[in-house]
């Protein structure tokens, strides 16, 4: 298959969030196949998120909320220790982050992951539409139940540096392709999305948003999808592919957010911000 077939066939949310924010960029991670640079930030990014996972499927296992602070730590050294080889960019110290993500993976236990009881972890979707020959693939990260409700809910962990911004939760895609998903694998879709942002630093903190999703933002999110895929059938056609991330101003459009910016300056000239 190649990477247009795959495209033109399944869009997940990271890839229709690429293209909305830079052409060009999309090009290099999703048709030319390029990880880009893998940053601490990144790395560190994917421990916590596989710590998540690994702690949640146990608590699934054993049909009970994941209490246990200390093996969460253990996991998070653990997956640290093995990301922590594929760093080419360090943006904060190795024992720093290490550090920090210890102390966090402790603090999400309490505050998070004991208060929820994992219903599906990493359940693969795929959704087919009526007179369509596409379909929507994805993963749904969590699906819990809150210790003390009844109902359902849609979950994704996240790591970062600092706290997100208002505009990033609304603006994300993740929520609506969730809750596709849920419908899905449940045949009822899950109308409520938490975003738990683990923020690394002194004093660790989980920053909660919730995000409610209903009919309309479901099929706006399959209205994208359709668009993005012709888009791409047309840009492939003419194999321009703009950096329209530089034009825009978006906030990852800088040396420290974007992995290809030193091939941007290249191919395109100019200067990317730091
Ligand atoms: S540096 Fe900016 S314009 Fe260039 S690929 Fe990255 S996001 Fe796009």
């Given at each position: 298959m190649n990477p247009l077939e795959d495209i033109i066939e399944t869009f997940s949310p990271s890839r229709l969030q690429t293209l909305a924010t830079c052409h060009y960029r999309f090009f290099r991670r999703y048709i030319l196949g390029e990880p880009g640079r893998v940053t601490s930030s990144m790395a560190v990014g994917s421990a916590f998120d596989e710590t998540a996972n690994i702690c949640y499927a146990d608590a699934k296992e054993q049909g009970s909320p994941f209490t246990n602070g200390d093996k969460a730590a253990e996991v998070f050294a653990w997956q640290w220790d093995q990301e922590k080889e594929e760093v080419e960019e360090w943006l904060s110290k190795p024992g720093e982050i290490l550090d920090q993500g210890v102390k966090l993976a402790r603090h999400w236990t309490w505050q998070v992951a004991s208060q929820y009881l994992p219903v599906y972890v990493q359940a693969d979707w795929t959704l087919k539409f009526p007179g369509v020959d596409w379909k929507v693939r994805g993963i749904l990260d969590l699906v819990a139940q809150p210790v003390h409700s009844r109902?359902?809910?849609?979950?994704?962990?996240?790591?970062?540096?600092?706290?997100?911004?208002?505009?990033?939760?609304?603006?994300?895609?993740?929520?609506?392709?969730?809750?596709?998903?849920?419908?899905?694998?449940?045949?009822?879709?899950?109308?409520?999305?938490?975003?738990?942002?683990?923020?690394?630093?002194?004093?660790?903190?989980?920053?909660?948003?919730?995000?409610?999703?209903?009919?309309?933002?479901?099929?706006?999110?399959?209205?994208?999808?359709?668009?993005?895929?012709?888009?791409?059938?047309?840009?492939?056609?003419?194999?321009?592919?703009?950096?329209?991330?530089?034009?825009?101003g978006h906030f990852m459009c800088s040396r420290k957010y974007c992995p290809y910016w030193q091939e941007c300056e290249k191919e395109w000239g100019g200067k990317v911000v730091e």
């Open positions: 109902r359902l809910i849609l979950a994704d962990t996240k790591c970062t540096g600092r706290r997100w911004r208002a505009s990033k939760v609304w603006y994300s895609l993740q929520p609506p392709a969730y809750s596709l998903g849920s419908e899905a694998v449940l045949e009822k879709p899950i109308e409520e999305f938490q975003f738990h942002i683990g923020v690394r630093k002194k004093m660790p903190e989980v920053q909660i948003e919730v995000v409610p999703v209903g009919q309309k933002e479901r099929a706006a999110y399959v209205k994208k999808v359709a668009y993005a895929r012709s888009l791409v059938a047309d840009l492939y056609k003419t194999g321009v592919w703009l950096p329209t991330a530089r034009d825009s």
